[in-house]
């Protein structure tokens, strides 16, 4: 067997792996976080509460309609984009004139709601949810066995993410965001709804919680915690990247999944704490973060 | 006389608990240029804020075409017909220049093309792929004006389009702004160099103390030099 620094080469690759599909996850629920704090000044708490909601919307869809895995993507992060539109009109766009701690609050108890009303009607324990069979079983790499899911997973993330990059850095919809988060009054004189832009980049950053939340179905279990346990790392992320840093979002996602992955082979011990003990240095040596601009 | 095309009426707007406009009056009739003049801290900037609703705390009448402002939403006066360019410049750091020439959307038909443009402002064409903010000071002033020619507005706010820039750049605005008179842009400066906006305005206010105290057309000028260098403090 091939070792490296002692480790069999298949388990340095199987936890670079399981890193991978962490950081995937991390990469675009911290893009969603870091595109609404962008525009919004709203940290957004609720975001792992959207995850879950998107997890369990696709659960429902299957259990009660029959509704399977492939309509799912489509319609769970469109109820999802809808569902936080209507939050952002009715509730958060009314706070946006008042200390950025309002909001602040209040997707805090939006979350704890949404999870309480969940956790009420299915408890805490975890629901599976099955392998579309299109994606199940695996491939052999020949240096290792992946699970075709798992590298699905990689590739939609990828996509998703890239696609989200270009979305806001190449087109017309995106340099308005650019802009309206730099100045947004000068923007809305310019003549451009920025209400409005205001209410989509919360939608566009719930749709993609809802949309990472339904990929996540099927490997980890629908449970109504599975939000909360996932976003305190995702918040560290954001802050290693660089508040309202698209980019750093992204990178830093995929770089904590892989560290954290590493440390499983190397210090299995210290595998919760990685992202926190990184968060903690860049903060000394950077506080705006690895792709901050310092403000 | 015809109705102006901009008709302001005792406009009242705070800061906070700060009252800044204390009932300003003024008229802008179509194709005309009208200079505000002042000193430092007299309300310019507030009066083309308030009437673009920039503001947000402000009462009285802004009619723009015979329709009041006030009470519309601020996304919807640009639409009206009404371009701003303020103070300091509003150029975008995380756009091109290409992308801040073509940020605000056109309201109307009759603004000029890109390509018409970067025929009249060149070193913006040669620099169209750096960030906005990487400009010199004089080129984001263009810049700063160019993106608002594109979008077929009737009448421009412009706030001290002159202010820390050199002798050459401010020839270069001048020309400008006589360019876009003639072709029949109404113009609302506000300028503390009367000597530049004698070369280009119809008329000039005075303000002081959030009022508009006189107003006076430009072959007035010479006979009120000695109140303006009082007032101005120049
Ligand atoms: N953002 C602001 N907050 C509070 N007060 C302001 C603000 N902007 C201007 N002011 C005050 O309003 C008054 C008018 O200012 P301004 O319109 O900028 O004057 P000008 O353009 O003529 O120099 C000044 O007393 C100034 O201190
Ligand atoms: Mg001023």
Redesign the interface.
């Known amino acids: 067997m091939t070792m490296i620094f002692g480790i069999p080469i298949q388990a340095l690759l199987g936890q670079l792996l399981v890193g991978l599909i962490n950081g995937s996850f991390y990469a675009m629920l911290s893009l969603g976080l870091a595109v609404i704090f962008g525009l919004l000044r709203i940290i957004n708490f609720a975001h792992g509460a959207l995850y879950m909601l998107g997890a369990f919307i696709g659960y429902l869809l299957l259990v009660h309609l029959g509704i399977g895995y492939l309509p799912a993507l489509i319609l769970v992060p469109l109820a999802v984009g809808v569902f936080g539109m209507a939050v952002e009109r009715a509730a958060l766009s009314r706070l946006y004139r008042l200390d950025p701690l309002y909001g602040l609050l209040f997707t805090f108890g939006m979350a704890l709601v949404i999870e309480g009303v969940f956790r009420f009607y299915y408890g805490v324990s975890g629901n599976p949810y099955a392998v579309p069979s299109l994606l199940a079983g695996g491939t052999n790499l020949g240096f290792m066995f992946l699970p075709n899911y798992r590298g699905w997973v990689v590739v939609a993330s990828l996509v998703v993410c890239i696609g989200t990059w270009l979305l806001i850095e190449k087109t017309?919809l995106g340099?308005?965001l650019?802009?309206a988060?730099?100045?947004p009054?000068?923007?809305?004189?310019?003549?451009?709804?920025?209400?409005l832009l205001l209410t989509l980049t919360y939608g566009l950053g719930a749709a993609l919680a809802g949309l990472a939340g339904i990929l996540a179905a099927p490997v980890y279990q629908v449970s109504p915690l599975m939000g909360s346990d996932l976003i305190i790392v995702v918040f560290a992320v954001v802050v290693i990247g660089g508040m309202g840093s698209i980019l750093g979002a992204i990178v830093t996602g995929y770089m904590l999944g892989l560290a954290e992955g590493l440390t499983k082979v190397f210090y299995p011990e210290a595998s919760n704490l990685v992202v926190f003990v990184i968060m903690a240095i860049v903060l000394l040596l950077r506080p705006a973060g690895l792709f901050g601009r310092d403000a | 006389m015809s109705e102006p095309l901009l008709a302001v009426r005792d406009l009242h707007a705070w800061y906070g608990e700060g009252h800044a406009l204390h009932g300003v009056n003024l008229d802008v009739y179509r194709g005309e240029t009208v200079t505000l003049l002042g000193r430092n801290g007299v309300g310019k900037t507030t009066t083309l804020r308030a009437i673009?609703?920039?503001v947000r705390k402000r009462e009285g009448s802004v009619f723009f075409n015979g329709s009041d402002l006030i009470g519309l939403?601020?996304?919807?006066?640009?639409?009206q017909g009404l371009g701003?360019v303020?103070e300091e410049r509003?150029i975008?750091?995380?756009?091109s220049v290409d992308?801040n020439l073509?940020?605000?959307?056109v309201?109307a038909e009759g603004g000029m093309s890109v390509e018409e443009i970067f025929d009249l402002f060149p070193n913006l064409k040669e620099r169209r792929n750096s960030p906005g903010t990487r400009l010199s000071g004089g080129e984001q002033q263009m810049l700063a004006i160019a993106r608002i020619l594109r979008?077929g507005v009737q009448m421009l706010l412009l706030d001290e389009p002159t202010e820390g820039l050199a002798p050459v750049i401010v020839q270069r605005i001048g020309e400008l702004l006589a360019t876009l008179k003639k072709r029949g842009m109404t113009i609302l400066l506000v300028e503390q160099n009367f000597r530049f906006a004698a070369r280009i305005a119809d008329r000039f206010y005075l303000m002081e103390h959030g009022k508009v105290l006189e107003g006076f057309p430009v072959a007035e000028l010479a006979a009120h030099t000695e109140t303006l260098h009082e007032v101005l403090g120049v």
């Open positions: 017309r340099s308005y650019r802009a988060t730099e100045n009054e000068l923007v809305q004189a310019f003549g451009v709804n920025v209400p | 673009m609703g920039l939403p601020l996304h919807r006066v640009a639409h701003f303020p509003g975008f750091a995380t756009l992308e073509v940020l605000p959307p309201v979008t």
